[in-house]
């Protein structure tokens, strides 16, 4: 299993700022993943954050509202910007067991923007 | 068509019943399975793995068919700490890529 410590826990925000969200994995990873889930709503992913290139970003989701570091194996940043009401939502980061695919996530970001 | 769909819910129990989700995928190539556990303002934790042949754990199991493209839940003896949302998980891609699509979970109320 994995320790995945995010920060921070909950923020309230104003409309038109960003606010990073910091995850930070107790062993090296390949890839960490980003979800987002909105009140009442399941999970869905945002991008998967790879060392040493781009967050390959799914459907529905770009770079410049949500862009990605991973600067090194153990961490990775997402950055919501220019965030409006429809940003609320539990942002989590994750990392996957390779061999078989379970996904251990953190404690998630509680985001609400007014 | 939703690429993991569940019966929302909400299934409201006795203490001691039986209860049964269900879940379809459209992804034929998907080729892992997981039943999640979320309790209220918490991350989603794996509950259980889905294999071909079902597994069972306790008072849980699951089952797969894989012709019909349907996974099911089932757990029997509900105790009220049962009580949470039930996601059902399936791998979006051919390998073990951590490209994971969630249903929309089936949430479960067990009462004294």
């Known amino acids: 299993s994995a320790v995945i410590s995010q920060k921070p826990s909950r923020d309230i925000c104003q409309r038109g700022t960003s606010l990073t969200i910091q995850c930070q994995v107790d062993?090296?990873?390949?890839?960490m993943f980003w979800y987002r889930q909105q009140p009442g709503q399941s999970l869905t992913l945002i991008a998967t954050?790879?060392?040493?290139?781009?967050?390959?970003?799914e459907s529905g989701f770009v770079i410049d509202k949500f862009p990605i570091s991973r600067p090194n194996l153990t961490f990775s940043t997402l950055t919501v910007s220019n965030m409006s009401p429809e940003d609320s939502s539990i942002y989590l980061c994750?990392?996957?067991?390779?061999?078989?695919?379970?996904?251990?996530f953190g404690e998630g970001s509680r985001l609400t923007v007014l | 068509r939703k690429e993991v769909e569940q019966d929302p819910g909400p299934f409201n129990v006795p203490e001691g019943a039986t209860v049964a989700f269900n879940c379809t995928y459209s992804?034929?190539?998907?080729?892992?399975f997981f039943w999640y556990r979320q309790d209220c303002r918490k991350e989603p934790k794996l509950l259980m793995s889905?294999?071909?042949s079902g597994n069972e754990d306790g008072r849980f199991t699951a089952q797969l068919n894989r012709a019909s493209q349907y996974i099911s839940l089932l757990i029997r003896d509900s105790k009220l700490s049962d009580s949470a949302t039930y996601l059902c998980?399936?791998?979006?891609?051919?390998?073990?890529?951590?490209?994971?699509?969630f249903g929309q979970g089936t949430t479960l109320q067990v009462k004294p």
């Open positions: 954050a790879n060392q040493g290139s781009e967050a390959t970003y």
């Open positions: 992804n034929s190539a998907s080729q892992s």
């Open positions: 889905v294999y071909s």
């Open positions: 998980v399936v791998n979006g891609a051919e390998s073990n890529t951590g490209k994971l699509i």
């Open positions: 062993s090296q990873v390949t890839m």
């Open positions: 994750s990392v996957a067991n390779r061999a078989t695919g379970e996904l251990f």
